[in-house]
Structure formats: C-alpha cells, structure tokens
C-alpha cells in the first residue's frame, strides 16, 4: 500500500512541476512586459527598472523560474522585502505576497467543495441504491427521470432561480454568505447551504444514475447469486457484497470529478457573490495581476492532485487488486 501510494505521488509531483513549467513560461510569452502591468498608467522608464530589479525581473525568464521554484520551498528575498516559504511571488496589485492572500480566500473554496461533495455522494449514491433497489417501481421511475432533468441544470441558471424563490420571495433561506466555521458552526452551515445544493445538483444527477446502474449490475453478479442461493437475505448481500462492488466504477469516476466540482466552486462563488478563490482568479485575471494568477493556478492544481491521490487510496482499499498490480 505504501509503495502504490508513493508512485501516486510521486507522479502528482511530476505532473504538477509541469504545469508549473508551463504556466510560467506562458506568461512569459506574452508580448507585453509584465513589469508595465504592475507599474500603471503613469510609467516612467525610470520606475519601470526600479520594478523589473524589486521583483527580479531583470533576469533570465529560466532563473527566475528557478528562483520562483526555490522560492516555493525556501523562500525568496525581493528588493521590497522578504517572502517568507511557500512564497509564489508578491502581487502587482496588492504587493501582499501571494500565499497569503490565496491561503485567505481558500477556507471558503473548501468549505463549498467539501460541503458539495458530501451532498452529491450522499444525496446521489442514496437515491441511486434505492432507484436500483426498488428496480421497476413508481420509485425507480421517478428517480430516474428526476435525474435526468438536473442534468440538464447549470450553476448560473439555477443558482438565481433558488435566490429568488428561497430567499427574495419567500424568506425561507438567508442570502448566501461565508461566516468561518470556527466563529459559528450553525452560521457557517447555513450561509453555504444554498451554494451546496445548487452546485451538487449536476453531480448528484450523474451519480443517481451512475450508481443505479452499477449496483443492478453487481446485483447480477456470480457472487451475489451465489450468496442469495446459501440463503443469505437480500438486505445483506445488497450491502455486504452488491454495494462495495458498485462502488469501484464510481470512485474512479469520483477521481476524474473532482477537478470539475473545484471549477464549479469557482463558478458557484461567482454566482453568490463570495470571495473565494474563484473569484480571486477571475479578479486577478481582470486585473493583470500575473503572479497573483499563476499562483492560483498552481494552487489549484495542488489541491485537485491531492485529492486524486486521496481517491486512488481508496480505490485501492476497495479493490485489492490495484495495490498487487
């Protein structure tokens, strides 16, 4: 198990070199100086070398990148001070280190993801074991067709629809809002509860399905007929060999969503207006703040690489045979 985990890492680290690799260069290749985004309107050659030498822009484009790197790890000394590790540079805009202000905006980043996630597994695989338990049914029928029509639903059409019905119309539900979960617990539940469901409501949908089928399939199973012939009841072998054997197609699929659930958190704080990281990048992007993006960038990446790790260990722990392999 070790082994497997230290190779999926290891290639988590190779790719994420990469993409750092080429996020940087890109910015590099634009044609425009990155020293006259942060200077202003109002640059004069003579502030334009006092900005290229402060944020060592002077230098070759391959040892700044060596430096941006080293950075990362050891920290980095700039003409404007000191950036302590992880250091990814220091904003155009706000000439705050970089780490700082993402590491600000990210506890709402996680908490929607997180929050999203344990929604649409449990809403979705729940609904998705009882359409398939119930196979044939009214029950079965309405799930089935139910997911079929979220699908279809995206965050920036849904998201008005459930403010304007659940909180401006009839005042069920406070407009959503980020309050930290160690300041109130049930504040922080409820201020991200209609962010959570409006961004589930895709995945939920596919994992309906999803689980459905798997489940009927595993339901057909040599095992499992061979469980119910020793008499076994349904409940138990439903749960004790249909259900861990539906899971393994599901969270290989889980590995590949996780990416696109952290880009519809992005997409989800646009939408109700929070500061996270979403809506960093997009500012960052608006306002030609190249360190500050590629800082997200990198971010981001790290944290969606992370979590394929996480889901490849458990993939693992469901089936043993991807450890042997």
Request: net charge neutral; with cysteine.
């Amino acid at each position: 198990m070790l082994q497997f985990l230290l190779r999926r890492t290891f290639g988590a680290v190779l790719i994420l070199v990469l993409i750092s690799a080429i996020t940087f260069f890109m910015f590099f290749a634009i044609p425009q100086d990155p020293a006259l985004l942060a200077c202003g309107k109002n640059c004069t050659p003579d502030a334009l070398e006092v900005i290229h030498k402060n944020l060592g822009l002077d230098q070759p484009v391959p040892v700044q990148y060596w430096n941006y790197m080293v950075g990362i790890f050891a920290g980095r000394d700039f003409a404007i001070g000191h950036c302590a590790a992880p250091c990814f540079g220091i904003s155009f805009d706000s000439q705050q280190p970089v780490w700082d202000t993402i590491i600000d905006r990210f506890p709402l980043t996680l908490s929607l993801s997180l929050g999203g996630l344990l929604v649409f597994l449990f809403v979705g695989l729940g609904a998705g074991m009882i359409a398939a338990w119930k196979r044939g049914t009214a029950v079965d029928k309405i799930f089935s067709g139910g997911s079929l029509v979220l699908t279809s639903m995206q965050i920036y059409f849904l998201g008005p629809v459930v403010l304007g019905i659940f909180v401006y119309s009839t005042g069920w539900l406070d407009k959503p809002k980020y309050v930290p979960f160690s300041e109130s617990i049930g504040g922080w539940f409820m201020g991200l509860l209609i962010p959570w469901i409006v961004m589930s409501v895709i995945f939920t949908a596919n994992y309906t399905r999803m689980s459905r089928s798997t489940m009927i399939e595993q339901l057909q199973e040599e095992h499992v007929r061979a469980a119910r012939a020793k008499g076994m009841s349904s409940r138990f072998v439903f749960f004790r060999y249909a259900w861990r054997g539906s899971l393994i197609p599901i969270v290989t699929i889980l590995g590949i969503d996780l990416g696109a659930l952290f880009g519809g958190a992005m997409v989800t704080e646009l939408t109700f207006g929070l500061a996270g990281i979403g809506r960093l990048a997009r500012d960052s992007v608006l306002d030609k703040d190249l360190p500050l993006t590629m800082g997200v960038l990198i971010f981001s990446a790290a944290f969606i690489l992370l979590f394929n790790v996480i889901v490849d260990a458990m993939y693992a722990v469901i089936d043993p045979r991807v450890r042997l392999a």
